[in-house]
């Protein structure tokens, strides 16, 4: 079961905004990738396109998006025109890839670029520019889940200081199930909604946050 932040109608036009928001910030601005890529992954601006905000996915263009980030974190930069080539570069491809595993995966651009920095995405450009993008998403999801091994339940659980057992009693779901979930041995995807929502409740996140990505 996935769950997407928003309908998939908007998914290329989000991909163009991003794909020439890196454009700009590389190749006009002069930014180095992973500048721009940290400023990206922190802002509130990338949270609301993540999320789905019209705003951010479709009502602006991409070097207008670029500026809002780079506003946003207080990143130096030197102001140019809106420049937007036919011609797209493996700059514009990065973003663009970027944007579609964002939502695919629904995982943050914080989650994303700490594990797989904007300029190593830019050097995927080569052997994957031509290939369906779902193969990207492998890649990327492949590399995701080598640097985070844990279940999104045990990290959030550890994250909040609780023992399994705690857990447990805080959110009246048997201990054995949670151990489950957190060996991968049951598939917190397809338990009940109800479970998921208890669990969420009790560690304050999103019943979403806890689901693993496909």
Same mark, same amino acid.
């Given at each position: 079961m996935a769950i997407r932040a928003y309908a998939e109608d908007y998914l290329p036009g989000a991909q163009r905004v991003l794909g020439d928001a890196v454009d700009f910030a590389v190749m006009t601005l002069g930014l180095e990738p992973d500048t721009?890529? %940290?400023? *990206?992954?922190?802002s509130d601006v990338g949270r609301q396109f993540a999320s789905g905000n019209p705003k951010y996915v479709a009502g602006m263009n991409g070097?207008?998006? %670029? +500026? *809002?980030? =780079? /506003? !946003? @974190?207080? @990143? #130096?930069?030197?102001? &140019?025109?809106?420049?937007?080539? =036919? !011609?797209? /570069? #493996?700059e514009y491809w990065a973003g663009w890839a970027l944007a579609y595993y964002q939502w695919h995966s629904g995982c943050s651009f914080m989650?994303? =670029?700490?594990?797989? #920095? =904007?300029? /190593?995405?830019?050097?995927?450009? #080569?052997?994957? &520019?031509?290939?369906?993008? +779902?193969?990207?998403?492998? @890649?990327?999801? !492949? $590399?995701?889940?080598?640097? &985070?091994? &844990? @279940?999104k339940l045990r990290m959030r659980r550890e994250n909040c200081g609780m023992s399994q /057992? !705690? *857990?447990?009693?805080?959110?009246?779901?048997?201990? $054995?199930?949670?151990? *489950?979930?957190?060996? $991968?041995? +049951?598939?917190i995807n397809m338990t009940a909604a109800e479970t998921l929502l208890k669990l969420s409740k009790a560690l304050c996140c999103r019943m979403e946050d806890l689901m693993e990505k496909d």
């Open positions: 721009f890529g %940290a400023a *990206l992954a922190v070097c207008e998006f %670029a +500026r *809002l980030v =780079l /506003s !946003e @974190t207080g @990143t #130096p930069f030197t102001d &140019h025109e809106d420049v937007m080539f =036919l !011609e797209k /570069s #493996p989650e994303i =670029l700490n594990t797989v #920095p =904007l300029d /190593s995405i830019i050097c995927m450009y #080569p052997t994957y &520019h031509e290939m369906d993008i +779902r193969q990207f998403a492998d @890649t990327i999801q !492949e $590399r995701m889940k080598a640097a &985070h091994p &844990h @279940t /057992s !705690e *857990l447990a009693a805080e959110a009246d779901v048997p201990l $054995r199930q949670i151990q *489950l979930f957190e060996q $991968r041995q +049951r598939n």
